[in-house]
């Protein structure tokens, strides 16, 4: 079990592009593995690679209800397919920028087309929480964060708050 260090908001990282797999390796399954440890910790319910700092294009979530037994899913190469017109808001957070929550308006399913940790290409369809998890958590994949989605005077107010904070972080380091 390997938790791997969070990368936060204003790190230029998570505005990377992440690069597609060109197989599934051990190496690929081990950072899947250590991706759900570092989500389940924190906890969350969704993590993208560059979100630990490597820019490749894998997603980990788990949308099963609390009382409910654990369903951790991994996708590799995740690409959406097609979005219904019809729209859902949700209030989202994200590991990146922790305890800041806003409502973000996206397409209520989507058409999904991955591949799975034995390789394969599969399609799926998604719904509810689970569209919205996937849809953040791509948009993560292409350097997108949830923040990108509310209004520039919410987002400016965040991103100041958030440069704050590591400057802070980073001056108390220096003390020590
Ligand atoms: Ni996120």
């Known amino acids: ?15 990377q592009k992440s690069r ?33 700092g490597v820019a490749a294009r894998l997603l980990v979530l788990d949308v ?8 951790p899913r991994i996708f590799f190469n995740p690409e959406i397919l097609w979005r219904s017109d ?10 990146s920028i922790p305890e800041y929550y806003a409502e973000v308006e996206r397409p209520k399913r989507i058409g999904l087309r ?16 689970l569209a919205t ?9 292409d350097g997108i964060l949830f923040i990108d989605h509310i209004s520039k005077l919410k987002r400016d107010m965040v991103i100041k708050k958030f440069k704050k904070r590591a ?10």
């Open 114 to 129: 991955y591949v799975d940790e034995h390789g394969v290409c599969m399609e799926m369809e998604a719904d509810g929480l």
């Open 133 to 141: 998890c996937l849809q953040h958590e791509m948009d993560h994949l």
């Open 20 to 52: 597609p797999f060109e197989g599934i390796d051990a190496q690929a399954l081990k950072l899947a593995g250590d991706m759900l440890d570092t989500m389940y910790h924190a906890p969350g319910i969704g993590l993208a690679a560059i979100q630990v």
């Open 167 to 176: 400057k802070g972080m980073q001056e108390s380091a220096a003390v020590l």
């Open 86 to 95: 019809e729209r859902s808001v949700y209030d989202e957070g994200c590991l």
């Open 64 to 71: 099963a209800p609390k009382e409910a037994s654990p369903d």
């Open 1 to 15: 079990m390997t938790i791997k260090p969070l990368i936060i908001l204003p790190d230029p990282v998570l505005r």
